[in-house]
């Protein structure tokens, strides 16, 4: 069999790029299938520190499959968010802890695997104590920073109390102190002041499509909502450009400070359903979520919900 592409979804997070290493790594150890990682979009500085703290080059960038290449799918499994060509490509795997998408559709049988936690590094720990890997340092430190990110530090809704369970194993493999590692990989992510407004409504951005509507949901992380919303005309200006060259219905991006674990929303297009899903009125196309951190459980359920 030729190679096969492990990657994550379009304008990755920590978990989506470094997901992708960790599975070419069990891969390469299993010896079953000759596989080899790529990322579909830059690398943010969140998923930087980790790659440099633990002396990891990212994986190459890949623009686009041809028909019939052999994938593996890690934390996606929608199309709208995958690369170009997907929907001919021939899926091998899938390793998620998200929702099976309304565009996910294979020819043949694959091997899927989906647990409800809240990174798919943790799943990909349990993929290894199954199959009997042992977990280098490396290799521990990378799923480590996957867990921290998507969790927020355990602080946000979708982490589990396994996710914390195994974040304690490995941090103790990969040589770290938790709370201090995590704490400063979080920051690094926060450090916004070199990113265009167009670039910042793509550091962490999915598309979604329910009953015919196209929705972007983008987020990025802060610890001042109000540095950010300095810029918000222009970031306004970025999201009506892109909704208009993309055909998307409704924007919803989500600013979210993780020391207050709140979040600020800025909506374009068809604002009466998120005002609908969030019970807010919109004022200045802006509202505050309290207690509002994750996409995944308390943004997109509740879109869907309405949709």
Do not use: W
């Not at 790594?25 to 998923?47: D, F, H, P, Q, S």
């Not at 979040?263 to 005002?275: M, P, R, T, Y």
Request: aromatic share 6%.
């Amino acid at each position: 069999m030729e190679e096969i592409y492990i990657f994550g979804h379009k304008n990755p997070d920590t978990d989506s790029i470094l997901s992708s290493l960790v599975l070419e790594a069990i891969e390469k150890t299993m010896g079953i299938y000759k596989a080899k990682a790529y990322r579909l979009g830059e690398v943010n500085k969140e998923t930087q520190y980790a790659l440099d703290y633990f002396g990891v080059k990212a994986p190459e960038l890949l623009e686009e499959v041809k028909p019939g290449q052999p994938v593996m799918l890690v934390d996606h499994n929608g199309f709208d968010q995958s690369v170009k060509g997907i929907e001919n490509a021939e899926i091998i795997r899938v390793i998620d802890h998200h929702n099976v998408a309304e565009s996910f559709k294979t020819a043949g049988p694959l091997f899927y695997l989906a647990m409800p936690v809240g990174c798919t590094a943790t799943i990909l720990r349990e993929m290894c104590k199954v199959s009997g890997i042992k977990m280098d340092k490396i290799t521990a430190g990378l799923m480590l920073s996957a867990i921290i990110s998507d969790t927020l530090l355990f602080k946000s809704p979708v982490s589990t109390e396994k996710d914390k369970e195994v974040a304690e194993e490995l941090a103790e493999i990969a040589e770290v102190d938790l709370n201090t590692y995590g704490l400063n990989l979080l920051k690094a992510g926060t450090d916004l002041s070199s990113f265009t407004p167009e670039e910042l409504i793509n550091i962490d951005s999915k598309t979604y499509t329910t009953n015919g509507v196209k929705y972007q949901a983008a987020q990025i992380n802060t610890v001042s909502i109000e540095d950010v919303l300095k810029d918000k005309e222009a970031i306004e200006n970025a999201m009506q450009k892109f909704s208009q060259e993309n055909g998307i219905d409704l924007f919803v991006f989500m600013i979210t400070d993780i020391l207050e674990n709140n979040s600020q929303i800025i909506v374009l297009g068809k604002q009466e359903i998120a005002e609908k899903a969030f019970n807010v009125k919109l004022e200045n196309n802006t509202a505050f979520l309290s207690g509002v951190v994750s996409r995944k459980k308390q943004i997109i359920p509740n879109i869907d919900s309405v949709l």
